[in-house]
């Protein structure tokens, strides 16, 4: 992606976490994530492209704004656009760490449309690329992971997300003695931490949302980690069902292993991540009593392989720079 073409996203996830920051410990998740949708479908029809959304809010019956398939932009360059406009509402509901606003991009055609269920997971960071995989079982991904980091298992630590169908996930994991960490939401965020060294965590496994794969694939691509999973209709309620569905719908194997190549089919491809609420990586949205506004953001680019963190200034119209 281009310099303007990354400025151009970063606002865009600028202003939905300036906007859903709004609802912050107000205990309305429904509102924050509408607060981000609008805001950033709004600036998104600003640009000058022609993006078209394949990770959104839903299909369009569900969905009143970045529905699959909308249509966004005032034309050009084509590109597909993968959006959670507010990963973590529960977590910026009631003012908790992590809570961001996510967005990848690629040429038309890169990005996997993923059918809408579970997808097993496995996420690592550079040093992990091509020694985890979610063919393997958690026990081996974790010697896998202790080898490549050169730790102990002791030190390893797992990132989950707290749900009665990963509790088997979890019990294997502590009788390797690695740690465990779980989370109540945020996987796209933890996903991609593996790949930083100050965060704390090696691997992330279990069962998240697809559209999150195909977000924290596009992430760990440009950074050269690791990212492997299978769709997961087992762990769907409703797997059947959508099960046919995706058969109906979808050109890929779905009961293939899915690399980042295959979810992100372009070497073109960027992440960004605005902060809503701080984080071990991000400082959250700041408001200031002269108008000022602060946010940091993290872009991805797979293209030059860089990793950038932004903190912007919005200062208004009478607002002192602060920096």
Known sequence: MQPARIMEITAVAEAAAIASASW??????????????EAMRKAFNDISFSGRIVIGEGERDE???????????????????????LEGTNLCAYD????????????????????????????????CKGKVSIQKTPTENVH??????GKPV??????????????????????????VKTIDDGDVYWCIATAL?????????????????VLSATGLKAVGGEFSARLGFDADPHGAEKRA??????????????????????????????????????DGVHRYSDGTITTETLVLNAQDR?????????RGEAGAVRI
């Open 24 to 37: 912050v410990g107000l205990g309305d998740k429904m509102a924050a994530d509408q607060a981000a949708t």
């Open 63 to 85: 969905a009143p704004m970045l529905y699959i398939g909308e249509e966004l932009g005032l034309g050009g360059e084509e590109i597909d656009i993968a959006v959670d406009p």
């Open 96 to 127: 908790r760490p992590a809570a961001w606003c996510t967005i990848a991009v690629a040429p038309r055609g890169a990005l996997l449309y993923a059918p809408d269920t579970y997808m097993w997971k496995v996420a690592a960071g550079p040093a």
């Open 144 to 149: 896998a992971a202790a080898e490549a980091l």
């Open 154 to 179: 002791s030190e390893v630590t797992v990132c989950i997300l707290d749900r009665d169908r990963h509790k088997a996930i979890i019990d294997e994991l502590h009788a390797t003695g690695c740690r």
């Open 197 to 213: 060294p100050e965060s704390g965590v090696d691997l992330v496994m279990g069962a998240g949302g697809s559209p999150e794969a």
């Open 245 to 282: 569905r995706a058969e109906k719908m979808s050109d890929i194997d779905l009961d293939a292993v899915l690399t980042m190549d295959d979810l992100v089919r372009s070497d073109d491809a960027m992440f960004v991540g605005c902060a809503v609420t701080g984080s071990e990586l991000l």
């Open 306 to 314: 860089s990793v950038r963190i932004i903190k912007t200034c919005h």
